[in-house]
């Protein structure tokens, strides 16, 4: 997998990129010091993921990613930064990025961009143990206005208990197509990307 490196510390560019080359299926397409630069190596060179901080000076990496976002649905992005502020995590699940971990733990490095270019959604413990108290910071949405059915919600909660679409199927004696139909459904009525959001969502919401 080709990846992109963006950080304003080119001490951290240099660590990271030395890490990653022990990795035989890892290949570093590029290094970027600012949100611009992430940005306009992004469209140059069209990674598969971005590794990205998020405090760089003048555009945020947040801010990077949503301009990214907006103009490629698919961008893989995961956030590598020393900061685990309960609005930075909300805007980057918001926003559709794919990971948060906190850079202290290098070795999660290599396997969360593994798992993001799998399809998965990564976030490290740190950030996970934050969203309890991190929902409590906002307000609840009103759920009628999204029109869902009981059975809608009942697989938004297995969803978030971290259930699978095997496992959810079991649950509540429906097939797997099913669960899978109802997921998609359900994200595009939220206009959600994926399970991790539909997660925080229900979180927001219960």
Not at 8 to 33: F, H
Not at 35 to 55: S, W
Not at 93 to 105: E, H, R, V, W
């Amino acid at each position: 997998m080709r990846i992109l490196i963006v950080d304003d510390d080119k001490l951290v560019c240099t660590s990271l990129k030395t890490i990653l080359k022990q990795n035989e299926d890892i290949t570093v397409a590029g290094i970027g010091y600012s949100g611009k630069e992430a940005i306009d190596l992004y469209n140059r060179l069209k990674p598969d993921i971005l590794l990205m901080d998020i405090r760089m000076d003048n555009m945020t990496g947040l801010e990077a990613a949503e301009i990214i976002l907006s103009k490629d649905k698919n961008a893989k992005i995961l956030f590598l930064t020393t900061f685990s502020d309960y609005e930075y995590i909300i805007t980057a699940l918001k926003i559709g990025s794919k990971g948060y971990i906190i850079k202290q733990n290098f070795e999660s490095i290599a396997p969360a961009l593994r798992a993001v270019y799998m399809g998965q959604s990564v976030f490290g413990d740190d950030i996970v143990s934050k969203i309890p108290s991190l929902i409590k910071n906002h307000n609840k949405v009103d759920l009628s206005a999204y029109d869902l059915t009981e059975k809608e919600w009942k697989v938004i909660t297995l969803v978030a208990e971290g259930l699978n679409n095997k496992e959810i199927a079991g649950r509540l004696y429906l097939s797997e197509g099913t669960v899978r139909n109802t997921i998609t459904t359900i994200l595009e009525k939220l206009d959600l990307r994926d399970r991790t959001q539909l997660a925080v969502f229900y979180y927001k919401n219960k």
